[in-house]
């Protein structure tokens, strides 16, 4: 599968670049944008799914991710949202997750686990990344039922965003 892989990327890279000498204009719009626009798109969604973990994520099964409810992007990308689902059981169907989120919203309290409501990863990203936590903080769900101020939110969304590195042998020995 990785030879397979490997193989389809040099393949494409050759079809962009092949393009993009053969005729620029029409290299750069159909394959050389689209592809780094995309990459880019993927990997920032994807960090805004774990960008909060509470804990290292082989501790913690619910808050290495966060997931993200009634939300246009759930509707267009058949409940990637409810990305904590997915981690719990990763060949769940897509039309199955809320549901399971629903069963199961006392286990996400229990454990920490952060729901956004009417954003979706990008815009979680685009927030952390622009340091606007109140914004963040306006759209957490509250599973567990406390009431908490605006600023204890964001305290606690900024706590989660500090490193989670396991000490190692040096800095154990010292």
């Known amino acids: 599968m ?5 193989v389809s990327e040099v393949l494409h890279i050759a079809i962009v670049l092949l393009a993009i000498r053969s005729l620029p204009a029409f290299g750069v719009i159909a394959f050389f944008a689209p592809y780094f626009i995309c990459r880019f798109m993927m ?3 994807n960090w805004g799914q774990h960008a909060l973990p509470e804990r290292p994520s082989h501790q913690q099964r619910l808050s290495n991710s966060i997931t993200c409810i009634n939300s246009t ?3 267009r990308c058949f409940n ?9 059981k990763a060949t769940r169907h897509w039309t199955e997750l809320p549901a399971d989120f629903m069963d ?3 286990q996400y309290a229990r454990e920490g686990a952060l729901v956004f409501e009417g954003i ?6 685009l927030m952390l990344w622009t340091g606007r936590w109140d914004r963040l903080a306006k759209h957490l769900v509250r599973l567990d039922g ?9 305290a606690m969304l900024k706590s989660r965003v500090k490193p989670c590195v396991e000490p190692t042998a040096l800095q154990e020995s010292q």
């Open 2 to 6: 990785a030879k397979r892989a490997a």
């Open 43 to 45: 990997m920032a969604g």
């Open 73 to 75: 992007y759930n509707r």
């Open 80 to 88: 990637d949202g409810y990305h904590i689902g997915h981690h719990l």
């Open 104 to 106: 199961n919203r006392a």
């Open 120 to 125: 979706d990863f990008f815009m979680v990203s």
């Open 146 to 154: 406390e009431e908490r101020t605006s600023e204890e939110v964001v």
